[in-house]
């Protein structure tokens, strides 16, 4: 939290109030949008908190809680440890808002964002145009009154016509300029993209000049879905925004949801989260190994790390049923209890990530090759960093030491021994270096779980008033399968809250911000994701490097399409 004078500075020089929603897990305040980019200033660089990065943007539609709409704002210390979000009203979408590009460049695809699904406008923007949908799309899909399905918009979306037909002209680019440079269009069909993504590069003999990056192809409306499932049935689409995080995308958002009904997991249950977070961390990062030598030219490294990723799932399949996207935690704990056998499984495949990591060091980052096609390539300073998002491995690649893990603790993360692997030059041989380092940081997680893992219950105690019967019980008599059916349908009624949780992923820090009116869906759903901001930033640090590095500038970030769009 930030400390008592900013916090009197905030309310008597700029108006700062508490929202008429305030929100769990974060300080909030509300403040005039006037008094919006003095506020923001004063926070980033007057502020002795000093919150140097803009963690999160977006808006509300508050038609159903007052009418108008609101946009939030969540920023960071990293220095201090806090987060805050700052949040403007606005009456209605003709009003604008101003931009804070000036401020935190990163805000440049957030306020785009913002404006693809609410309508809502910044004033001075530099680029203000839509980003996941195409230019022609018709309404703001964030909005309550834009339909939820596909089947109840009044124009279905139809991919022939003149203004589809605009789009695809647009692919048709004259590569050579009036000023002497050449545009390459790559994508959005590329397999060193890794998925759907369009780049526009502009170069100058072999040189970047500027980038352009088209992202949205991938886009499945996961927070607009969120409104139409009740607060269980959401939890498969959280395993399914990061793909390769599995069960560690779940529990941010149940984080939330456990703080909102004020359940308290079980010690076993937390325990379990811990180990098949950290079993599918290191899976993560196994792909990545083996994507970005791929793409860079190397074949080995990839079936080396997809061999022993297999000997993970294995161990997440037994404990949880399901291998990629198991859909295993519950509010209050995990749905079932660990099988027999669990920990020769688990020690099984530790085993072999520990003999993999010398492998993964000779084929990487030992390589003479791998070290030409890495080193000095997309290289970010610190400020660079803070200014454009960065968390995870990309930020501590730059010397700066922050981790969920360590500096906010949750699940009981403080009482486990492990270090996080800091570097120094912010290049992308670093930031190599640093996930083969955290592998065997999180097998040191793991196996400590797995030593320590408590006896007792996997739910909490008053989990089931907002969960549902264990299926034995159903198929035992028929008033427990009708509240089951019934339950399963409607949903629960949750508290009337705002939730604010974060958590260190595989990529990054991701968030959810979670609100309930009070019935079994949420109102909204907001999903931070490290993805989003880490692309963005590559055109920061692509300007002036070769065409031959830019598979290199944007790959060792550590990005999945999915993570982006959402």
């Known amino acids: 939290m930030m400390n008592n004078n900013d916090r009197q500075i905030l309310i008597e020089r700029f108006g700062a109030k508490a929202p008429n929603h305030e929100i769990i897990g974060c300080e909030s305040f509300e403040v005039k949008k006037e008094n919006l980019i003095d506020t923001l200033h004063f926070l980033k660089n007057e502020a002795s908190s000093q919150f140097e990065m803009l963690f999160d943007l977006s808006a509300i539609d508050e038609c159903e809680r007052g009418g108008g709409f609101s946009v939030f704002y969540y920023l960071l210390s990293v220095k201090k440890k806090a987060f805050i979000s700052i949040r403007t009203h606005i009456a209605n979408d003709t009003i604008e808002v101003p931009t804070v590009v000036g401020l935190w460049p990163n805000a440049n695809w957030y306020e785009r964002e913002v404006y693809d699904m609410f309508g809502i406008k910044f004033t001075d923007h530099p680029d203000l145009r839509r980003i996941l949908t195409f230019d022609f799309w018709k309404g703001h899909p964030l909005r309550k009154s834009y339909p939820c399905r596909a089947t109840l918009m009044d124009e279905p979306f139809d991919l022939e016509g003149p203004d589809f037909d605009d789009v695809m002209k647009s692919y048709d680019i004259q590569g050579k300029q009036d000023d002497g440079s050449m545009v390459l269009n790559i994508g959005p069909n590329h397999p060193g993209t890794d998925g759907v993504i369009r780049l526009k590069v502009k170069m100058k003999g072999e040189y970047i000049e500027d980038l352009d990056q088209e992202i949205g192809f991938h886009h499945r409306g996961a927070e607009k879905i969120a ?32 703080a909102m009904t004020g359940i308290e997991v079980p010690e076993r249950a937390k325990t379990m989260r811990i180990m098949l977070c950290e079993l599918f961390r290191i899976s993560s990062h196994l792909v990545w190994f083996g994507s970005i030598t791929h793409n860079l030219g190397g074949m080995a490294p990839a079936f080396y790390a997809f061999t022993e990723r297999e000997k993970i799932f294995d161990v997440i399949e037994l404990i949880c049923g399901g291998r990629m996207h198991p859909a295993f935690f519950r509010i209050g704990g995990v749905s079932q209890d ?23 060091e000779k084929l990487m980052t030992n390589s003479m090759i791998f070290k030409v096609r890495t080193q000095n390539i997309a290289v970010y ?3 660079m960093a803070l200014d454009w998002g960065l968390t995870g491995p990309n930020l501590r690649a730059t010397g700066i030491n922050f981790d969920m893990r360590k500096d906010f603790p949750y699940m009981g993360y403080e009482d486990y021994d492990f270090d996080v692997p800091v570097g120094q030059d912010g290049d992308a041989y ?16 793991i196996r400590q779980a797995a030593a320590r893992m408590p006896e007792g219950p996997i739910l909490a105690d008053n989990a089931p008033n907002f969960g549902f019967p264990r299926k034995q019980n159903a198929l035992r008599d028929i008033e427990t399968l009708i509240h089951s059916f019934v339950d399963t349908g409607r949903g629960f009624n949750f508290p009337v809250a705002e939730t604010f949780y974060a958590t260190e992923t595989a990529k990054g820090v991701t968030s959810y911000h979670t609100i309930s009116n009070g019935t079994g869906c949420p109102y909204r759903v907001r999903i931070r994701t490290p993805s989003f901001t880490h692309f963005q930033s590559v055109k920061a640090v692509s300007k002036g490097d070769l065409l031959s590095n830019i598979i290199c500038l944007i790959g060792s970030i550590d990005y999945v399409l999915a993570d982006i769009d959402r």
């Open 227 to 258: 409104e139409r499932h009740t607060f269980h049935n959401y939890i498969p689409y959280t395993d399914r925004i990061d793909y390769l995080g599995g069960v560690a995308g779940e529990l941010p958002y149940l984080l939330g949801l456990e």
């Open 338 to 360: 660990l099988p027999d056998g669990w920990e020769e499984k688990v020690e099984h495949a530790c085993q072999g990530i520990e003999q993999l990591v010398p492998d993964l």
């Open 381 to 383: 300073s610190q400020s």
């Open 430 to 445: 670093t930031r190599t270096v640093l996930r083969v380092q955290e592998v065997v940081e999180s097998l040191k997680i």
